[in-house]
């Protein structure tokens, strides 16, 4: 009979529910329009037995609450009801996760849409290049969320911009109508999660001036974004890494205005003092994404000949940073130390 009633609702599977994750499972369950299954790893018992606790700023307080299905690894996509869109809000690390094979098995060709809510400028060609048949999604997502063994924090309003990343091999026609469904049920509980931009790469590129700098600025540093602007980091080191990353965007073809630099570093009221999700994972000894917040901004830089001297070396005290927790967490074996005797 559930099986019925979910019918004519669109299959979801969200990858990845962490404080971003579960908020778009509520959003997307609470519309109405949409059965989600959720992949959960070190929760998963706990929201087995118990469902989430969520006091979320936009849906209130939720005791107890679950999606449609919670699995603990990605399901095999099933040839009579396969899913419509897989969302991503899993962070990219590259170093260690590849996040076309995760998902692979849960991807239906010429069918399956792949929406990717995560950071990071151009993440989507590896996407596209390994699932050449289906429609991709990006929306850089702005929700202040936390998820801790089940509880979630959500205290800043779940807002991102959400547009089709074309595939040459795809109609666009067929990929704006993926974009506007998809779109339509995240925003079907009468709140404007979604807003449809024609032009993601422009926004990433926005959000690339705020992360680039200030995350990785925070999580090198270990201060909030607040002590770096009051230290004098403002002047010395965030004006010019943004004004370096807005050029980059100039070289792709991306012009973000001529006071976007003021906005970006006043997104964020210094009163708040507010921990960047990079600084989180140095706090927790969680590998960041350097590569798709950084490097891939950098790598566009060296294409178009784009001087970047400041995020050059924010790239390489970041990545030393990176090699710590890789080590601390196993992904890297580390040598073992030579006797200083032999040195000598």
């Excluded at 063994?149 to 795809?170: K, Q, T």
Aim: aromatic share 6%; hydrophobic share 40%.
């Amino acid at each position: 009979m559930a099986d019925l009633n979910h019918q004519s609702k669109r299959r979801v599977l969200v990858v990845g529910a962490g404080g971003v994750g579960t908020m778009a499972s509520v959003a997307l369950e609470r519309s109405g329009m949409a059965c989600v299954t959720a992949v959960l790893r070190s929760n998963y018992e706990r929201v087995m037995e118990h469902g989430f606790d969520i006091e979320s700023v936009d849906h209130g307080r939720l005791s107890g609450w679950r999606p449609t299905n919670v699995v603990n690894k990605v399901p095999t996509a099933s040839m009579e009801s396969p899913f419509d869109y897989v969302v991503v809000t899993m962070k990219t690390i590259p170093e260690i996760m590849n996040i076309a094979e995760i998902i692979a098995p849960s991807v239906t060709p010429n069918h399956t849409t792949i929406v990717l809510l995560q950071n990071g400028i151009y993440i989507e060609p590896p996407i596209i290049d390994a699932f050449p048949t289906n429609a991709v999604l990006s929306g850089p997502s702005y929700i202040g969320a936390h998820e801790k063994n089940g509880h979630v924090i959500h205290d800043d309003p779940d807002r991102y911009h959400l547009g089709m990343f074309h595939n040459e091999r795809l109609d666009k026609r067929y990929e704006r109508a993926k974009l506007e469904d998809f779109a339509s049920a995240y925003n079907g509980s009468h709140i404007e999660h979604a807003m449809i931009v024609d032009d993601i790469i422009h926004y990433r590129w926005r959000k690339a001036l705020w992360n680039g700098i200030f995350n990785t600025m925070c999580a090198i540093t270990q201060l909030d974004n607040a002590a770096i602007r009051r230290s004098g980091g403002e002047y010395s080191l965030i004006r010019p890494g943004m004004v370096e990353m807005a050029a980059i965007a100039a070289a792709d073809g991306y012009d973000l205005g001529e006071n976007i630099v003021d906005k970006m570093v006043d997104a964020t009221p210094i009163e708040l003092s507010f921990r960047p999700s990079m600084l989180v994972d140095v706090d927790k000894g969680n590998p960041v994404e350097v590569e798709v917040i950084l490097g891939n901004a950098l790598r566009v830089a060296r294409k178009k000949g784009v001087q970047t001297p400041i995020l050059d070396n924010t790239y390489r005290f970041l990545k030393l940073i990176q090699t710590r927790l890789l080590v601390a967490r196993g992904h890297i074996e580390q040598p073992k130390n030579i006797p200083t005797t032999d040195l000598i």
